[in-house]
T-cell receptor
Framework: QSALTQPASVSGSPGQSITISCTGT?????????VSWYQQHPGKAPKLMIY???NRPSGVSNRFSGSKSGNTASLTISGLQAEDEADYYCSSYTSSSTSYVFGTGTKVTVL | EVQLVESGGGLVQPGRSLRLSCAAS????????MHWVRQAPGKGLEWVSGISWNSGSRGYADSVKGRFTISRDNAKNSLYLQMNSLRGEDTALYYC???????FGEGDYFDYWGQGTLVTVSS
């Protein structure tokens, strides 16, 4: 089972919106609405930001939103803030023998 | 706030074994599935294994299947990972993570994480 494909880096200026893509196959992202997104600051544990493609856990800012089209899921961060600078990983359930797969990770830089 | 504290990591030679533990507190442990997720130095996240609230369902990544065993003791609020036949590619920070639901399998999300325990496999 290969990792889901994400861009290595995305950048934006404060206040702007950015979108991170997460591309898989019909066996994972495209086949199920079990996509999640995690934020990880350097030296810290990951934090759940989005689950079930587009749901936010309690306490997560509504500046974060998720969507999916076909085999590609997306995370959009609107009103970009300095504190959003971190690594972001998507994850999906997969019908392969490995139950869950993560994306390759995207480093978000706030210019 | 939920607390997860991993322990048991360290330096181990290839082919040897290691057992990781995760002590859970501040939530009802036996209401939730639990997972192990690892991260090699400077690399991305990799799901390793998951287990249902009552140990009735377990799953493993292909990369560890047959070598690692996940278990839990609800009376002790603890999660474990027995790692046998360790390889260099198992070197990573191992995180314990709480699931949002009780049963493992489809729609598992990791809503709380520990700080991890480092496993280094080297001769």
């Amino acid at each position: 089972q290969s990792a889901l494909t994400q861009p290595a880096s995305v950048s934006g200026s404060p206040g702007q919106s950015i979108t991170i893509s997460c591309t898989g196959t019909s066996s994972d992202v495209g086949g199920y609405n079990y996509v999640s997104w995690y934020q990880q600051h350097p030296g810290k544990a990951p934090k759940l930001m989005i689950y079930d493609v587009s749901n936010r856990p309690s306490g997560v800012s509504n500046r974060f939103s998720g969507s999916k089209s076909g085999n590609t899921a997306s995370l959009t961060i609107s009103g970009l803030q300095a504190e959003d600078e971190a690594d972001y990983y998507c994850s999906s359930y997969t019908s392969s023998s490995t139950s869950y797969v993560f994306g390759t990770g995207t480093k978000v830089t706030v210019l | 706030e939920v607390q997860l504290v991993e322990s048991g990591g360290g330096l181990v030679q290839p082919g040897r074994s290691l057992r990781l533990s995760c002590a859970a507190s501040r939530f009802t442990f036996d209401d939730y599935a639990m997972h192990w997720v690892r991260q090699a130095p400077g690399k991305g996240l990799e799901w390793v294994s998951g287990i249902s609230w009552n140990s009735g369902s377990r799953g493993y990544a292909d990369s560890v299947k047959g070598r690692f065993t996940i278990s839990r003791d609800n009376a002790k609020n603890s999660l474990y990972l027995q790692m046998n036949s360790l390889r260099g590619e198992d070197t990573a920070l191992y995180y314990c993570a709480k699931d949002m639901k009780a049963w493992f399998g489809e729609g598992d999300y990791f809503d709380y994480w520990g700080q991890g325990t480092l496993v280094t496999v080297s001769s």
